[in-house]
């Protein structure tokens, strides 16, 4: 039996029908973080909590990744199997901004400013065949 495995701990809720990052907020300033630190960046608090972030944002701007990204990156894929992918910044209200995957690697199909939605989904497998899940975003529907 394969399980799947997050690809970090703590990263986002999972397994879940609907998973949502988790980010630290400080209690003192109210600056959200991600992923979770566990004091603050902008005033050095530590009265922070862990909290699900929004599942859906603004893509704030984004690029295609058109070759295969030098180690730590590590996916299933080689040099001759590799499909360039998004990424962005997606802007969750009243959270932070989050660097991430897209699913979309068409660039007439991705505008700075277009609702997107948290996805988790198999990013590679591990040596004994688990499906290693990350989150991306896709287009909202
Ligand atoms: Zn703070």
Redesign the pocket.
Known sequence: MYKQIPIAEGLFTWPSETPALLGSR?R????AEFPRKPS?P????EDVVTEELPRRGKLWTWTIQGFMPKKPYHSDETPETFTPFGVGYVELPGAVCVESRLLENDPAKLKIGMEMELVVETFRHDDAGNPVMSFAFKAAE
């Open positions: 400080c003192s300033c109210n600056i603050c902008a005033c050095g608090s």
